[in-house]
């Protein structure tokens, strides 16, 4: 059965930096393009990052470019999120998953979702 365990998350004062972790279980993870996805309260959710299986190229917005840094452990299926200079907007819950991609949007390719992880940040 597959299942997504994300955590790291925190209270963190703008300007400060956190590192998420998201392990998967029940899939052949290093085939995967893997992906890291926000929601904010209200709003929708949103792709932040998107890593090829065997990590040599990445995807960010340009919301989040030069700030996030996605990578990935495929000996122990985990994909990692190291977000620096935090800002208050950057406050969601963040969630992994296994994507596709269109060229132009990002989708889960699971599912269902894990429980994510909630990043907060203070100003």
């Known amino acids: 059965q597959e299942r997504l365990v994300e955590s790291g998350g925190g209270l963190v004062q703008a300007g400060g930096s956190l590192r998420l972790s998201c392990e998967v279980f029940?899939?052949?993870?290093?085939?995967?393009?893997m992906g890291w996805f926000r929601q904010a309260p209200g709003k929708a959710r949103e792709i932040v990052a998107g890593i090829t299986w065997n990590g040599r190229s990445a995807y960010y917005p340009d919301s989040v470019k030069g700030r996030f840094t996605i990578s990935r452990d495929n000996a122990k299926n985990t994909v990692y999120l190291q977000i620096d200079s935090l800002r208050p907007e950057d406050a969601a819950v963040y969630y992994c998953?296994?994507?596709?991609?269109?060229?132009?949007?990002?989708?889960?390719?699971?599912?269902?979702w894990g429980r994510g992880t909630q990043v907060t940040v203070s100003s």
């Open positions: 998953s296994a994507v596709g991609t269109d060229g132009r949007s990002w989708y889960s390719l699971l599912d269902c």
């Open positions: 029940g899939r052949t993870f290093s085939k995967d393009t």
